[in-house]
């Protein structure tokens, strides 16, 4: 078997198929496991459990898929036509969401084309060994991609590529071939610190060490909890994810758009409005997020990310009386909602409350009917 023009033609195919970018690496990921190990100890990986599970998995490919000698990393950018960034984030009243998620979820997506890959490949050679991960096991899958070419890891923890930026998702499929490998590139981050200088809750600890437990994306995704009080400003209105560090990278002014229509914007996220998002029953949100990735937080966690971001909105009576009408649903949930409320309260002149006044639904109640029987603007 001739390997070499093996490994071209699997990366002809994987254009074919949509990918951006393949390359190939080892599975050797020695050089970073105690790095991985560091970063559990630290506590870094916050409630998600299932990173710490299985130890030295992570970065033992051939534990995952026994007699793997390869991966095969592949990139495919996801950013939409027209991201408004800027337009979405500056406006208090809009939610801003994470631009990977404004489309179809990716892993099934990619997770299958990963899978033609592999039966394309064997196709060539006859049967063998292949197994496909986009996020769906314990892998580490920056260092594979980091090794295979891809691009280097950034200071913000994310692949970066000199002409592609970060905007993509990566894919990985594990085989039993022994192909080339490809060159690791060299890291061109030199200096530049925009991604932790910018990041709102300080969540970038050391070059390349995220501390999820202060990471907006990992709080309004992955944690299902209360969150912290010291976080909820510096959350904004971000009810899903979060893109500054990626905003400010200079390597991102060279991203290409997505080819894949499946990750454009979806018409009701165009200029989400946040009492509207909040206005959504549990079925109404099952129905327009049926197929996005933002599905798997559920509804309560959907209603307490956006009662944050409602908090921190300009004054509004609308917003009082939205937040009002969702108290007690959960205990978690509305402990989210009389903080919302006792922040909007602090607009209104002559008032002061506090969430245990808030958490009484009476006084709540009356201090609403107050608000509406003053006659002030709807919107302050």
Same mark, same amino acid.
């Given at each position: 078997? &001739?390997?070499?023009?093996?490994?071209?033609?699997?990366?002809?195919?994987?254009?074919? *198929?949509?990918?951006?970018?393949?390359?190939?690496?080892? #599975?050797?990921?020695?050089?970073?496991?105690?790095? @991985?190990? /560091?970063?559990? %100890?630290?506590?870094?990986?916050?409630?998600?459990?299932?990173?710490?599970?299985?130890? $030295? @998995?992570?970065?033992?490919?051939?534990?995952?898929?026994?007699? $793997?000698? +390869?991966? #095969?990393?592949?990139?495919?950018?996801?950013?939409?036509?027209?991201? %408004?960034?800027?337009? &979405?984030?500056?406006?208090?009243?809009?939610?801003?969401?994470?631009?990977?998620?404004?489309? +179809?979820?990716?892993?099934?997506?990619?997770?299958?084309?990963?899978?033609?890959?592999?039966?394309?490949?064997?196709?060539?050679?006859? $049967?063998?060994?292949?197994?496909?991960?986009?996020?769906?096991?314990?892998?580490?899958?920056?260092? !594979?991609?980091?090794?295979?070419?891809?691009?280097?890891?950034?200071?913000?923890?994310?692949?970066? &590529?000199?002409?592609?930026?970060?905007?993509?998702?990566?894919?990985?499929?594990?085989?039993?071939?022994?192909?080339?490998?490809?060159?690791?590139?060299?890291?061109?981050?030199?200096?530049?610190?925009?991604?932790?200088?910018?990041?709102?809750?300080?969540?970038?600890?050391?070059?390349?060490?995220?501390?999820?437990?202060?990471?907006?994306?990992? !709080?309004? #995704?992955?944690?299902?909890?209360?969150?912290?009080?010291?976080? +909820?400003?510096? @959350?904004?209105?971000?009810?899903?994810?979060?893109?500054?560090?990626?905003?400010?990278?200079?390597? /991102?002014?060279?991203?290409?758009?997505?080819?894949?229509?499946?990750?454009?914007?979806?018409?009701?996220?165009?200029?989400?409005? !946040?009492?509207?998002?909040?206005?959504?029953?549990?079925?109404?949100?099952?129905?327009? @997020?049926?197929?996005?990735?933002?599905?798997?937080?559920?509804?309560?966690?959907?209603?307490? /990310?956006?009662?944050?971001?409602?908090?921190?909105?300009?004054?509004?009576?609308?917003?009082?009386?939205?937040?009002?009408?969702?108290?007690?649903?959960?205990?978690?949930?509305?402990?989210?909602?009389?903080?919302?409320?006792?922040?909007?309260? %602090?607009?209104?002149?002559?008032?002061?409350?506090? /969430?245990?006044? *808030?958490?009484?639904?009476? &006084?709540? $109640?009356?201090?609403?009917? +107050? #608000?509406?029987?003053?006659?002030?603007?709807?919107?302050?």
């Amino acid at each position: 078997m &001739n390997y070499l023009a093996l490994a071209k033609q699997i990366k002809q195919w994987g254009k074919e *198929l949509g990918f951006q970018q393949i390359g190939i690496c080892d #599975i050797d990921l020695s050089q970073h496991e105690q790095a @991985m190990l /560091n970063w559990l %100890k630290a506590g870094y990986h916050g409630e998600m459990e299932w990173m710490s599970r299985h130890g $030295t @998995m992570r970065s033992r490919p051939d534990e995952l898929l026994p007699g $793997t000698t +390869r991966v #095969i990393s592949v990139r495919m950018d996801y950013l939409p036509p027209e991201a %408004k960034f800027a337009s &979405n984030l500056n406006n208090p009243n809009q939610a801003y969401i994470s631009r990977y998620s404004l489309g +179809r979820d990716y892993h099934k997506l990619v997770r299958n084309k990963l899978n033609q890959l592999g039966k394309l490949i064997e196709s060539e050679v006859g $049967t063998m060994g292949y197994r496909p991960f986009v996020d769906s096991a314990p892998i580490l899958e920056r260092p !594979l991609a980091e090794k295979a070419g891809i691009g280097w890891t950034g200071k913000h923890s994310l692949i970066i &590529n000199k002409s592609a930026g970060s905007w993509f998702f990566l894919g990985e499929l594990l085989v039993d071939l022994p192909l080339p490998v490809d060159d690791v590139i060299e890291n061109e981050c030199g200096k530049c610190t925009a991604c932790i200088s910018s990041c709102p809750t300080q969540a970038i600890v050391a070059d390349g060490v995220v501390d999820s437990r202060k990471c907006i994306s990992y !709080l309004t #995704i992955e944690y299902d909890g209360v969150i912290p009080m010291e976080y +909820r400003k510096a @959350m904004g209105n971000r009810i899903y994810g979060c893109d500054d560090c990626q905003l400010v990278c200079p390597w /991102n002014r060279f991203s290409d758009l997505t080819k894949q229509k499946d990750f454009h914007r979806r018409a009701y996220l165009e200029s989400p409005d !946040l009492l509207t998002l909040f206005s959504w029953s549990e079925k109404e949100f099952l129905k327009y @997020m049926e197929g996005s990735a933002i599905r798997r937080i559920g509804y309560i966690q959907w209603l307490r /990310n956006i009662s944050i971001a409602l908090g921190n909105a300009p004054f509004s009576q609308d917003i009082l009386l939205a937040l009002e009408e969702k108290i007690g649903l959960t205990p978690m949930l509305d402990v989210h909602l009389h903080w919302a409320m006792e922040e909007q309260m %602090k607009h209104v002149p002559g008032h002061s409350t506090t /969430n245990e006044q *808030l958490s009484t639904p009476t &006084n709540k $109640t009356k201090r609403l009917i +107050r #608000i509406v029987q003053k006659g002030l603007p709807r919107d302050a």
